[in-house]
């Protein structure tokens, strides 16, 4: 289960957030009140817009919708030339029949045997519409494989099956043709104090992250964290020494817990337009642009591959970091706003 807390369900933060600097440009902001997840913006000029959760009147749907599905997606990238992870999309058994696709999970183990098992190397598993890294799973076995891809058939009947790429892990927010921030993600992981057990000191990060006013919420019962203690030769109950630093999940997701270090004033040029031109080309505006680099993003690009794009990138948990973070993501709502207001006047 997650770790208990008394705090209800969270609100998006960003409702308040354009609420707050909305009347810097004499904008008015109207949130429903109930949910507090949609809101309308209204400018000057009596023109509107809308946003629900983290999406805005900004992104033409057609390319959104591109980048919500990862296997059209990275057709896409990968035909006009982005380095992209080896991987192959599979269907759920019930999907699969109704498509008349013998690509199934029977088909995706074998895959999986070849592109990695039988080389002793893991394989990553994620599902093929999620986001915030919710059923993506580093699997080491044949059993492992066949737990984490029927999670993720719950909730999506297409699961992406990729080689397991190491590297520095970092998301990049361009509008038009700006980088509006860049931070490098750390999965979520636990320093020890040579006294507490990672369980604790589990229970201590979420303590820590309510304070903050973050709204991620770890849950004790994920199997990933069991499963990457277990590669660890640890377990809830292991002390680690003072110090220590222990990794519970492979993905950096903020929203699993991860960290982040902001690299805004440091992403190197050619990196910049990269991202610039990845978000172009993808017929987006706003969008996330996920990166795996063998290496820093403040060198020049040796070796990198482009995890995904997201056209609606969430900054809730990035936000709430630190007073530094959440300037950025007022500036970068504020840019937002001035280039909607812009295009449907």
């Known amino acids: 289960m997650k770790i208990k807390t008394e705090n209800k369900t969270p609100i998006p933060v960003l409702g308040g957030i354009l609420k707050k600097i909305a ?13 507090g997840i949609v809101c309308q913006v209204t400018f000057k000029s009596g023109k509107r817009c809308y946003f629900r959760y983290n999406t805005l009147d900004l992104n033409y749907m057609g390319a959104s919708e591109i980048a919500r599905d990862k296997d059209y997606s990275y057709f896409f ?23 008349r696709s013998d690509q199934n999970i029977d088909k995706a183990y074998l895959y999986a045997q070849k592109i990695a098992f039988d080389k002793n190397l893991p394989v990553i598993v994620k599902p093929n ?32 099956v990729q080689e397991f790429i190491k590297g520095n892990d970092y998301r990049v927010v361009v509008l038009d043709d700006q980088v509006l921030s860049a931070y490098q993600r750390l999965p979520l992981s636990v320093v020890g104090d040579g006294v507490s057990s990672i369980k604790n ?78 978000t172009r080309d993808m017929g987006l505006r706003l969008c996330g642009v996920d990166l795996m680099i063998k290496g820093l993003i403040d060198e020049a690009p040796d ?13 809730d948990h990035y936000v709430t970091i630190g007073k530094k973070q959440k300037d950025i993501v007022e500036k970068l709502y504020l840019e937002v706003l001035k280039s909607i207001e812009k295009s449907i006047l």
Not at 77 to 99: E, L
Not at 133 to 160: C, P, R, W
Not at 303 to 315: D, H, M, Q, R, W
């Open 129 to 160: 519409s999620g986001s915030q890294g919710s059923g993506v799973a580093l699997v080491h076995s044949k059993k492992e494989f066949y737990k984490a891809m029927n999670t993720i058939f719950k909730t999506d009947k297409i699961a992406q």
């Open 77 to 99: 990238m990968s035909k006009m030339n982005y380095p992209t992870i080896k991987g192959k999309a599979f269907y759920s058994d019930n999907w699969a029949r109704v498509v």
């Open 303 to 315: 070796k990198y591959f482009i995890i995904e794009v997201n056209s609606a990138p969430g900054l």
């Open 201 to 278: 000191l589990l229970i201590k990060k979420q303590k820590e992250f309510i304070q903050s006013g973050r709204d991620t919420r770890i849950d004790l019962e994920d199997v990933r964290i069991s499963t990457k203690l277990k590669h660890q030769g640890l377990n809830f109950n292991s002390i680690p020494a003072r110090g220590e630093k222990i990794f519970l999940l492979d993905n950096a997701n903020l929203s699993t817990g991860g960290d982040s270090v902001d690299v805004t004033d440091k992403i190197h040029p050619e990196f910049y337009k990269i991202a610039v031109d990845l």
């Open 23 to 35: 009347p810097r440009i004499g904008a008015r902001v109207l949130i429903e009140p109930k949910w």
